[in-house]
């Protein structure tokens, strides 16, 4: 199936465009880790791959993350990023149908059992899945190597440092990392370089380049990955 890989049995990422969705199925039902941009059909595609009922979560409500939330009736994120989502619906999203996880709520899948951590900065209600067994992170937009989006309503440095000193901290809980951008997987060891960046960007010592299209900030590359950050937002 085009923009899907098997990364294991029952485990599946699709690919979309730079931003990629997370496929478990457990025992008697089956998680979707984000919806991209909303161009494939991600429900006909993860009914091909397994016959148990189907939910998802959103890991932020970021627009490339929800567009095909449309297609499932069982969408679940933080309370926290539910007035994001409101306030930017996809096409065909309502309300309907979407629920909590908080800090500390287990997603039990029987074969899978995801650990919800909410890790604010990238979007107020921000989470990372933990699979503590399998030692393995979904960690969205705040771990990646590629461009981390720092602008904009929502976004907020600070908060974001607090989340990556809380990662670290964790480190020894997982072996890979899982983002939504960027290279997959990661080891844990680019939390601190994200941090540093992180740091470097707030004291101003990262230079200012040209964003990568026309976006109203300025892009910041340092060691592991890069910020679009504009000053003041």
């Known amino acids: 199936m085009e923009h899907m890989v098997k990364m294991a049995e029952h485990?599946?990422?699709?690919?979309?465009?730079?931003?990629?969705s997370f496929f478990f199925e457990g025992d008697e039902r089956a998680m979707l880790v984000d919806t991209g941009f909303g161009t494939l059909k991600l429900r006909e595609m993860t009914?091909?791959?397994?016959d148990l009922p189907a939910f998802v979560v959103n890991t932020h409500a970021d627009r490339d993350h929800t567009g095909c939330n449309r297609?499932?009736?069982?969408?679940?994120?933080?309370?926290?990023?539910?007035?994001?989502?409101?306030?930017?619906?996809?096409?065909?999203?309502?309300m309907e149908g979407v629920l909590p996880l908080w800090e500390g709520d287990v997603i039990d899948l029987g074969s899978w059992k995801f650990e919800v951590i909410l890790t604010p900065g990238h979007t107020p209600g921000s989470i990372m899945l933990l699979e503590r067994e399998k030692r393995m992170l979904?960690?969205?937009?705040t771990?990646?190597?590629?461009?981390?989006?720092?602008?904009?309503?929502?976004?907020?440095?600070?908060?974001?440092?607090?989340s990556l000193r809380k990662m670290i901290a964790m480190a020894d809980m997982f072996?890979?990392?899982?983002?939504?951008?960027?290279?997959?997987?990661?080891k844990g060891d680019i939390i601190p370089g994200i941090l540093k960046g992180a740091q470097d960007l707030a004291a101003g010592k990262l230079p200012a380049q040209e964003p990568p299209r026309p976006m109203p900030c300025r892009r910041y590359v340092c060691d592991v990955a890069a910020f679009l950050y504009q000053a003041g937002s």
């Open 11 to 20: 485990f599946w990422i699709f690919e979309e465009d730079g931003v990629r």
């Open 47 to 50: 009914a091909e791959l397994t």
């Open 71 to 94: 297609d499932f009736t069982e969408i679940y994120m933080h309370p926290a990023e539910m007035d994001r989502y409101q306030n930017g619906l996809p096409e065909g999203c309502g």
């Open 138 to 141: 979904i960690s969205g937009d």
């Open 143 to 162: 771990i990646q190597d590629g461009n981390i989006f720092m602008f904009g309503a929502g976004r907020n440095l600070p908060a974001f440092r607090h």
């Open 175 to 186: 072996d890979s990392v899982w983002p939504s951008h960027g290279s997959y997987p990661l």
